[in-house]
Nanobody, 117 residues
Framework: QVQLVESGGGLVQTGGSLRLSCASS????????MSWYRQVQGKQHDLVAT???????NYADSVKGRFTISRDNAKNTVNLQMNSLKPEDTAVYYC???????????WGQGTQVTVSS
């Protein structure tokens, strides 16, 4: 069983920055594809960024150039550095761990990010 715990959310003004972290328990972190999703109340989860086990990254068009995903396999953590935040970035942000060949799929409990205008 893998547990994912997000931290770093909060309230920030437009143009500000936040750094989200997701700490993973268990021994599968290094082989997992790690992603950040976000959800606005009443809507579906939207993919924000993904980083594979070898460090390849992918971003939603809406965050390219502003957000950076990174991982530290020694610390079993994945981070999301968010710069130049906009009110439309307001959402609950979730961390997700996916195993090779869909062997497993875990989600964190989410952390709220609110960007005030």
């Amino acid at each position: 069983q893998v547990q994912l715990v997000e931290s770093g959310g909060g309230l920030v003004q437009t143009g500000g920055s936040l750094r989200l972290s997701c700490a993973s328990s268990g021994s599968v972190f290094s082989i997992s594809t790690m992603s950040w999703y976000r959800q606005v109340q009443g809507k579906q989860h939207d993919l924000v960024a993904t980083i594979t086990r070898v460090g390849s990254t992918n971003y939603a068009d809406s965050v390219k150039g502003r957000f950076t995903i990174s991982r530290d396999n020694a610390k079993n953590t994945v981070n999301l550095q968010m710069n130049s935040l906009k009110p439309e970035d307001t959402a609950v942000y979730y961390c997700r761990a996916q195993g090779p060949l869909q062997r497993y799929d875990y989600w964190g409990q989410g952390t709220q990010v609110t960007v005030s205008s």
